[in-house]
């Protein structure tokens, strides 16, 4: 299972700038961000998330996450230049505190 976060050409240049390759190219130009998640992950961002999908047929991705979790998974990345996986376990345990 995964989370992808699509990246405006703006947040694609500064990550690059910093040389924090981790954005895939998809769809003409387009890029974003993969994250491979663990069942248990996948379950606790469910919890969090009430409203996220699991789409687990077609894309294998967790669909309909809040935009203020995937930009404060960004916003960790490019502050703290860490990998995308370790930034994603931040945002949740600062999502669980609020």
């Not at 299972?1 to 690059?16: F, R």
């Not at 998330?49 to 077609?58: I, M, Q, R, Y």
């Not at 930009?71 to 990345?77: A, D, G, S, V």
């Given at each position: 299972?995964?989370?992808?976060?699509?990246?405006?050409?703006?947040?694609?240049?500064?990550?690059?700038?910093?040389?924090?390759?981790?954005?895939?190219?998809?769809?003409g130009?387009?890029?974003?961000?993969?994250?491979?998640?663990?069942?248990?992950?996948?379950e606790?961002?469910?919890?969090?998330?009430?409203?996220?999908k699991?789409?687990?047929?077609?894309?294998?991705?967790?669909?309909?996450?809040?935009?203020?979790?995937?930009?404060?998974?960004?916003?960790?990345?490019?502050?703290?230049?860490?990998?995308?996986?370790?930034?994603l376990?931040?945002?949740i345990?600062?999502?669980k505190?609020?």
């Amino acid at each position: 299972m995964k989370i992808y976060i699509w990246l405006s050409e703006e947040m694609s240049k500064k990550l690059e700038e910093l040389g924090l390759n981790y954005a895939r190219e998809v769809l003409g130009g387009m890029k974003r961000i993969e994250i491979e998640l663990e069942q248990d992950i996948v379950e606790e961002i469910v919890k969090l998330f009430p409203n996220a999908k699991v789409d687990s047929s077609t894309t294998k991705s967790i669909e309909l996450l809040p935009k203020s979790f995937k930009n404060e998974i960004l916003r960790i990345i490019v502050e703290k230049r860490i990998e995308p996986k370790k930034a994603l376990l931040e945002a949740i345990k600062s999502f669980k505190g609020k």
